[in-house]
């Protein structure tokens, strides 16, 4: 079942600007994780925030968790053509993991 | 780091038929493994809940005599899609979770199957 939501659905922007998705979700969590998928591909785990955590950084990427509002976001700086993907984020509630619907990204060069 | 492979990496078959897929962990044992589904441009859907040596918890409107899922050892599960049909075809994406002590909150993800039925 999925839980989470995202948005923007899909998002497109020119190479070398910043892009913004974020995800809902409605239940209480252990941590959030961002995975991307190439199109027909499989997953690649990007980055995990624990549910007691506020912010992340690794490389270009940079999340934070607002467990108040049951939201989190993923931002890539300095975009690059390679980064155009779908991204999902996935709530984690005792090991199981429930998907937001993705965000489609395209980045232009 | 953590590898999980699949196996077949795409399969075609005729509506009737059984197919099979292998996920196996390579360099790591998993107590508990994941099955997942996934349509054209949509995002993923656990299909059940495999853990070693016991039977599978499967989601919700998930058929467990349809979607036979059978977890034989730390590094192995199947799913076997019985008498496929066209409706079947999807993208079958299984993960592991690693019971070591670093890697408990990741789970890692075979590059799935694509499955199509004629």
């Known amino acids: 079942s999925q839980q989470g939501e995202e948005d923007p659905q899909a998002l497109s922007i020119q190479e070398g600007e910043n892009a913004t998705m974020n995800c809902s979700y409605k239940?209480?969590?252990?941590?959030l994780q961002w995975y991307r998928q190439n199109s027909g591909r499989g997953l690649v785990h990007l980055i995990l925030?624990?549910?007691n955590e506020r912010e992340k950084h690794s490389g270009r990427l940079r999340v934070t968790l607002d467990t108040s509002k049951k939201s989190s976001s993923l931002l890539i700086t300095a975009s690059r053509a390679a980064d155009t993907a779908s991204y999902f984020c996935?709530?984690?509630?005792?090991?199981?993991?429930?998907w937001g619907a993705g965000t489609k990204l395209i980045i232009k060069p | 780091g953590a590898v999980v492979s699949q196996h077949p990496s795409w399969v075609i078959c005729k509506s009737g038929t059984s197919v099979k897929i292998e996920c196996r962990s390579l360099?790591?044992?998993?107590?508990?493994m994941f099955w997942y589904r996934q349509f054209p441009k949509q995002s993923l859907m656990l299909m059940a809940t495999?853990?070693?040596?016991?039977?599978?918890?499967?989601e919700q409107g998930v058929e467990k005599d349809k979607f036979l899922i059978n977890h034989a050892s730390l590094t192995l599960s199947t799913l076997t899609v019985t008498s496929a049909h066209p409706e079947d075809s999807s993208f079958y994406i299984c993960?592991?979770?690693?019971?070591?002590?670093?890697?408990?909150?990741?789970?890692?993800f075979g590059p799935g199957t694509r499955l199509t039925v004629l």
């Open positions: 993960s592991a979770r690693w019971t070591g002590r670093v890697y408990t909150d990741t789970q890692y």
């Open positions: 360099d790591f044992q998993a107590t508990t």
């Open positions: 495999s853990n070693e040596g016991s039977k599978a918890t499967y």
């Open positions: 239940t209480s969590i252990n941590n």
């Open positions: 925030i624990r549910s």
């Open positions: 996935a709530t984690d509630r005792n090991y199981q993991l429930i």
